[in-house]
């Protein structure tokens, strides 16, 4: 028959108990025919050890859980000169800013700028966009969106090369509600942390404001 041995460890102090519950009914526990440490309560378990189908589970309780694409909530950009879009979480690689119809009054374009914790980075872009046929233009205080006062509709989709910190690259694309032309641009920024705001911005320096649209942006990890 095999036995059952128990080892004292010589170094140690302390006396572990084996402590029977208040029960009226015998249990037999049957130890597995394998070497091996006895899991409890605190103890972790490596998840390439789950073998088998797992039963179904609520997840009412689970937290951290990315669900894919989050939205921000969409602003009227009908007046003023600035949209700030707050409280993007931390590891955020990929963000798109969508316009609707958006558009600047006095001739004057519009741009979009990346926050971090410390404020709003308003330098060191390199922003180039190539309005149809032919006219092209260069911008280094954000991504520009378009040079002129028509409004547009489309997307500016923004991604972090992870390999290389926190630089942002952006590609835009985006037609005028007339028709007239379309804008296309890239372009990249080092923002030295990670991303927590955006601003959507219009050029003042040309006495500009927002007219007309609305703005939304999304994110994803």
Do not use: H
């Not at 029960?23 to 394998?34: F, K, Q």
């Not at 390439?48 to 009412?60: C, E, N, R, V, Y």
Request: hydrophobic share 40%; proline share 3%.
């Amino acid at each position: 028959m095999s036995k059952i041995a128990l080892t004292p460890n010589a170094s140690g102090t302390g006396t572990f108990t084996l402590a029977s519950p208040n029960s009226n009914t015998n249990r037999t526990i049957t130890l597995p025919d394998v070497a091996g440490e006895l899991l409890t309560n605190v103890s972790s378990l490596a998840s390439g050890k789950l073998t088998g189908a797992l039963p179904a589970i609520s997840g009412a309780a689970l937290t951290g859980i990315v669900t894919g694409r989050e939205y921000a909530t969409a602003v009227a950009t009908t007046s003023g000169t600035a949209f700030d879009f707050t409280g993007i979480p931390a590891g955020v690689n990929q963000v798109t800013v969508y316009f609707v119809g958006v558009g600047c009054s006095g001739g004057s374009g519009s741009f979009v700028q990346l926050g971090t914790g410390a404020g709003f980075t308003t330098s060191g872009y390199q922003s180039m966009i190539f309005k149809t046929p032919s006219t092209n233009s260069f911008a280094t205080t954000g991504f520009s969106i378009l040079s002129g006062a028509n409004a547009v509709n489309g997307r500016m989709t923004l991604i972090r090369n992870t390999a290389s910190g926190y630089i942002w690259t952006n590609t835009l694309a985006v037609g005028t509600t007339n028709g007239s032309f379309s804008v296309f641009g890239a372009g990249q920024v080092n923002i030295g942390a990670d991303l927590t705001q955006l601003r959507l911005k219009s050029d003042t320096a040309n006495l500009g404001s927002f007219s007309n649209g609305t703005a939304n942006i999304s994110w994803s990890y």
